[in-house]
């Protein structure tokens, strides 16, 4: 038998119309939600990591965990996790585009890998209209410290250093008291403008990172198939393809990430920011943050792969199951 086929064909991408929308989305939505329940704790350390001057907080991402949950308390590790659930509707707008452009070039290209990169990248463009401000509310939230005490008084100076918005515990306390102060403070200073901060270079992080995963968790699929046996679950295969493509994308979005959470929480242009990334980093900027962003994006990669797969396998439609491998 011949082992190096069609992507398409050999590990089964189940099209678009092929799926029962009335199953595929609620069971999207109910996977979205929980990985982003299992991974935001990684998303809030990254953050914090990445914000910081050098290590002066921090030394490390396992350094950040030990001492956020010792001083601040495990709810430190969900702040902003409220406002960052808003987000979750969007991962139906992201799917149901990424879905309808793939097929619309894979037709049109004849290549399935260019066709996903460019799905990937348009369906995370559309996104970012929903998720920018949503992050940048959500990133303020996070680089407030929590529970107060006599051992955690240096650190609450110093993430008050990095933190531009300085809320009264009163308020912060109070249901959605930090959130409203947030974007008050937000319009006030910097009006509607100040919710998209940093577009731009979200849409390097975001719709880059989102078309080069797609893009490599093909290429990977493809290497795969040609080196593993015809036998071999292709499930099996899409769980490690997912991971090292998650990888792969990091690696290459990294910086941008580093100066979109930069140009969001200070609120400073992008040549000030790069100047005082430069000053303060070097060539750390390359890598600052990113244990914490390789972790989230390697689980993340993990869950949603799995997760995307299966809700797809339970939303086939009844006349599509016989002719689809798993």
């Not at 595929?24 to 979205?32: A, E, G, Q, R, V």
């Not at 990095?162 to 306390?173: A, F, G, P, R, Y």
């Not at 577009?199 to 290429?219: E, P, Q, R, T």
Request: charged content about 20%; glycine content about 6%.
């Amino acid at each position: 038998m011949e082992l190096s086929r069609d992507l398409e064909n050999e590990i089964h991408v189940v099209e678009f119309h092929m799926l029962d929308k009335i199953k595929f989305y609620p069971l999207t939505l109910m996977t979205s939600l929980s990985v982003r329940g299992l991974l935001y704790p990684l998303t809030m350390v990254r953050t914090r990591l990445q914000t910081q001057t050098g290590k002066t907080v921090y030394k490390g991402m396992f350094d950040a965990i030990v001492k956020i949950g010792s001083r601040e308390g495990f709810r430190a590790f969900y702040q902003g996790f409220g406002v960052s659930c808003i987000q979750i509707p969007s991962s139906v707008i992201y799917i149901t585009i990424y879905e309808s452009v793939r097929q619309y070039w894979a037709a049109r290209l004849n290549n399935g890998h260019i066709a996903s990169m460019v799905a990937g990248f348009s369906a995370s463009c559309v996104n970012q209209l929903f998720i920018v401000p949503l992050d940048i509310v959500s990133q303020h939230l996070m680089l407030m410290e929590g529970k107060k005490s006599a051992s955690n008084k240096r650190i609450e100076e110093k993430l008050q250093k990095l933190q531009k918005i300085h809320i009264s515990d009163e308020i912060k306390n109070s249901k959605f008291g930090a959130v409203r102060a947030i974007c008050r403070e937000i319009m006030q200073s910097e009006g509607l403008r100040g919710f998209y901060k940093g577009s731009g270079v979200s849409l390097a992080v975001y719709s880059a990172g989102s078309g080069f995963w797609w893009l490599f968790y093909n290429l990977y699929g493809t290497w795969m198939i040609e080196i593993f046996p015809v036998s071999t679950s292709r499930l099996a295969l899409k769980m490690v393809a997912a991971p090292l493509a998650g990888i792969s994308s990091v690696i290459l979005t990294n910086p941008f990430d580093v100066l979109r959470t930069r140009v969001q929480v200070l609120g400073e242009s992008y040549n000030e920011t790069l100047k005082i990334l430069w000053r303060e980093e070097r060539w750390n900027i390359l890598t600052k943050g990113i244990s914490a962003r390789m972790t989230t994006s390697c689980l993340f990669s993990l869950m949603i792969a799995f997760g995307y797969e299966s809700v797809k396998r339970f939303s086939l439609k009844e006349e599509f199951k016989a002719d689809v491998r798993w």
